[in-house]
Structure formats: C-alpha cells, structure tokens
C-alpha cells in the first residue's frame, strides 16, 4: 500500500483509495482503469494480432499449396531431387511452426486460441497430404483423406467450428484439383466431399464405442460414394463385365468406399495419442472412466464405501440436471465419481465413512479439522494426476468446492471465540478453489451439496425436497461460486427441477409392512406364512395387505 502520494493529486489519490478503489489504479483517457482491465485489454490485442498472423500464414501455406501443383514435372518421378528437397525443407517449416503455434498456445488461459492452434494444424497437415497426393496422377482424386479430416475435427471441435474448417478444406482442395487435374470437375469432387465429411463430423458426435467409428467411417465413404455416381450422369454408360471395375466413375467410388474405411480403421487406432496431444475428452474416454471396476474406484469403494455411494448419487444428480440444459451428463458423471478420491487418504475422518463409534473430530481442533477436510482436495489432484486423469475431471476435482467456507468447522471454532475474531478466522477456513470455470465443474457443485445436505432431511416430503433445494442452489449463486461457469438463471431453475425430480424418486414413500400375520384370519386376501412372505408379495403389488384378526 502507498504511504503519501506526492503532487498536488495526492489528495484525490488516497480518497480514492478510500473509497473501495484498488491499489494499482490511473486515469488513462479521463477514465478511471485498473490495472487487471489494462492487462486484459493488452492479451485481447495481443490475442488478435495473433490470429492474424495465423490467417495470414494460413493463406500464403495454402497459396503455396495451389501454386506448386502446376508443376509439369510430377514430385514422384526421377529426375527431381531439388524438388525432393524443397518439398521436405517446405514440409518440416509448415509442421514445425504449426507444432510450435499450437504446443505455444497451451500457455494461453484462453483454450480457443489452443483450439485455433491445433485446428490449422489438422488443415495444414490434410492440405499436405492432398498436394502429395495429386502429384500421383495415377491416383483417384477420391482417395483424398477427407472423411479423416472430417472425424478428427468432429472429435475435437463443436459441430459449427468443425463444418467450417471443412468448407475452407474443402475449397482450397477444388483449387488444387482444378489446377492439377483439369479433366475432373472440381464442383463434383467439393460436393461429393462435403456430403461425406459432414456425415463424418455428426457421425463421431457423442460416439460411445470404438466400432461406431468404423461405422461412421464406412457411412462417410459410402455416401462419397453414392455423390459421385449421382454428380456423374454418364457414369453407366458404356459399362461391361469388362471394363466395369475401369470405368472413371465406378474406380472413383470405389476408392472413396476404400478411403472412409480406411479413415475409422485409423482413427480408431490412434485416437489415444490424438486425446494426449490434442488435449481433448472424448466420450469414449468417458465410458471407459465411468467403469466402476477400475482398480482406483474399486479400490476406493473399499476404502471410503461411504464416499463412494456419495459419488454415485451425486453423479445421478449431475447427470439428470446436466441432460435437463443440454451440458454433458457424461462428463458429470464421471467428474462426480472422482471428485473424492482424495477422502482415500484419510477415509476415517469424513463422516459418510464413519461405522458408528467416536467421530475423530471430536478430539481435534476446528483449524486441525479444517486442514485434514481440506487436505482431501489436494489428495485427489495428486492420485488423480498419478492415474493420468484427463484435465477436465482433473479440474472438478476443487472446483467442486470452489471458494467455499467448511461451514461446520467453520460454526464450531466461531462459538469458542468472539464476533470480531470469528469474521478474521473466516477466510482461513476457505476452501482453495478455483471456482468452476465450465457448466459441468458448476453442476457438479451443486450436485454435491444437495447429495450431501439432503441425507439430513428427516421427512422429505416433495415440497420440502423442493424448498431445500433452492436453498442450497441460490446460497451457491449469492456466494457467487457460479459467476465463472456460464450457468443462467435459467439453466439453475432446470438444474433444480432435476434434482428434486430424482431426490424424489430417491426418497419414494413406501408401504409400512405388518410384523405380524395371524395364519387363522380366513378373510386374508393372500396366504401369507409370515412377515417376509407379506414382503415379497407386497414388492410385487404394494396395495395388498394382510389384514388381523
């Protein structure tokens, strides 16, 4: 904090500062801007320069690309080494400055300037394999690996960024084919292209199961396939036992059958390395992490079984209100089931894990309690990063938490001291945070509180199932733990309703079965032998009784 400003704005300077302003503050235009704001605007500028230059490098790649294809002398044939050369020494600059752009963006808080990154790269690298390709004329222009480019981007970008990417391809590529082949239509190859990356992109689009993408793959080829015969009117004609499997047309589809298969066998191949190096979550990923016989949620079930059930619930919970806004229920489902791992550690001193017998709190101090309760967080980072979790469950893990304060600690230490020493110890009863940054991180939060704080309803009727909660959705909002995920108040009354929809179901009345049944009474409505036997027949109907003389 500054002492005494000098000059004659010193006064005005430390009112100021009075007032609530913040410590690096100056008037820059006749307006009073902080220094976070000045920061934020500088990375904007910066940002955009940057996607500039990325256009930019982008075209003259691209321009290149086109230009070179005139080249009478085919890249492939003897005699051209010096072309042999300038092809790897362009090949190696294109992908090393790509690689760089897109490992340099990881730094970035922005992860839409790592999305930019990595897609010029997918664009830059299948615009690459199409120029090596056309310098083949012996290959048909359909073996272009576009139902590749066309899964790979539905795997890692949203559906609209995805089909744009693909139009840019896809245009650059009927310049190419117009340059170097001028004898196929070019219109035809876009057309035909584009109907099958397009099944491609919304094929892999929640895909739960690696032979789903061979489907896909297959799917796109085909309706390559199909396009081209159609865009060829004169494709049948002239067409004989002899010359049926040389014909333009028919080879052309063929290979683009050839080509879709060949894109899911790949894909399905390396998707691991692309979720590593991309950086992306695939649903596939996610089935295979919700599978509760892994060896670390069995262990944790064996360890914390308390805690364990815990995240099943909450992950019932998250997974309903996230289908109920269109977020991924997947995601929360499994970010639910690993979002306290850490309690592994120390399992005993949570109270969902405790059989009975003495509560180890009752024995600590509110700070030495509130530093083993806290400490759990940590704990599940670190197993969670040794498992090589991918970072958005990783994520959740103290998001689901956020800034909070561990209230009962927090209450107890608050009753040994007084008001004014209470509101100082607030702070320091906090959880580390940060506070979720995304809709599922967010969901997760509320998930947890209303799992949690609804096993101590006593009588959970609907009304008070309601009532609760909206207390504990609106006290999480007025904390303003939800300010950074993009949840509306739209999105929180869905998210309510869908709790107390299974929070009902969950607690779902039953029908109180009698402990004794008298085997004289003839006006029974069924034979009953005892009180198990009047179970088992009222699970199937609950509405017979058995009536006492």
């Not at 302003?21 to 100056?26: E, L, V």
């Not at 110890?425 to 509320?446: D, K, N, Q, S, V």
């Not at 179901?505 to 009698?514: D, L």
Request: proline fraction near 5%; charged fraction near 20%; include cysteine.
């Amino acid at each position: 904090m500054p002492g005494v400003v000098p000059g004659e704005r010193g006064t005005m300077a430390k009112a100021r500062l009075r007032s609530g302003g913040k410590t690096w503050q100056r008037l820059s235009f006749g307006r009073r801007q902080t220094r976070s704001s000045q920061i934020a605007s500088d990375e904007a500028s910066s940002r955009r320069v940057r996607h500039f230059l990325i256009l930019l490098i982008q075209v003259l790649v691209a321009t290149f690309l086109v230009g070179w294809t005139r080249y009478e002398t085919p890249i492939l044939s003897a005699g051209s080494a010096w072309q042999w050369g300038e092809l790897f020494a362009n090949v190696v600059l294109i992908f090393v400055g790509a690689m760089l752009l897109a490992r340099a963006q990881r730094f970035e808080r922005e992860r839409r300037d790592l999305q930019i990154g990595r897609t010029f790269l997918l664009l830059n690298g299948f615009l690459l394999a199409t120029w090596v390709l056309l310098q083949r004329p012996d290959v048909s222009v359909m073996l272009l690996p576009v139902p590749l480019l066309g899964m790979v981007l539905g795997f890692l970008l949203r559906i609209n960024r995805a089909l744009l990417v693909s139009l840019v391809a896809i245009a650059i590529t009927a310049l190419m084919v117009q340059v170097r082949l001028p004898d196929v239509n070019p219109v035809a190859v876009a057309v035909a292209q584009f109907l099958g990356i397009l099944v491609a992109i919304q094929g892999v689009q929640r895909v739960r199961s690696r032979t789903r993408i061979l489907t896909v793959g297959f799917l796109a080829g085909l309706t390559q396939a199909v396009a081209i015969l159609l865009l060829n009117p004169t494709a049948f004609r002239g067409i004989t036992l002899d010359n049926l499997l040389t014909t333009a047309p028919l080879l052309d589809a063929s290979w683009s059958l050839v080509g879709g298969v060949a894109a899911g066998v790949l894909i399905t191949s390396a998707l691991p390395f692309l979720e590593k190096w991309f950086d992306v979550l695939t649903e596939i990923r996610l089935v295979e992490l919700a599978d509760t016989h892994r060896p670390l949620l069995n262990e944790f079930s064996l360890l914390a079984p308390g805690s364990f059930q815990h995240s099943l619930m909450v992950g019932q919970l998250a997974e309903e209100a996230a289908a109920s806004i269109g977020a991924n229920g997947l995601l929360c489902r499994v970010g639910a089931l690993y979002h306290d791992i850490g309690k592994m550690m120390k399992p005993g001193y949570f109270v969902e894990n405790i059989q009975g017998g003495e509560n180890v709190h009752d024995r600590l101090s509110p700070e030495m309690s509130r530093l083993v309760v806290i400490a759990h967080v940590k704990d599940g980072m670190r197993i969670a990063e040794e498992e090589h979790l991918p970072k958005p469950i990783v994520d959740m893990i103290p998001m689901h938490h956020g800034t909070s304060v561990v209230e009962f600690f927090f209450n107890k230490k608050a009753q040994q001291v007084d008001e004014e020493e209470a509101d100082r110890t607030r702070e320091a009863f906090r959880y580390p945070g940060p506070r979720p940054t995304f809709r599922e991180a967010g969901i997760l939060m509320l998930a947890d509180g209303v799992e949690a704080s609804s096993r101590t309803l006593s009588d959970p009727t609907p009304t008070r199932v309601r009532q609760h909660v909206r207390n504990i959705v609106q006290a999480r909002a007025q904390e303003e733990q939800l300010d950074e995920c993009e949840l509306t108040m739209s999105d929180l009354h869905r998210i309510e309703d869908a709790f107390v929809r299974v929070l009902n179901a969950i607690h779902h009345g039953r029908v109180k079965y009698p402990t004794e049944v008298d085997d004289s009474s003839g006006d029974s409505e069924g034979d009953s032998d005892s009180a198990s036997d009047s179970a088992s027949d009222s699970s199937q109907d609950p509405t017979v009784t058995t009536r006492r003389s």
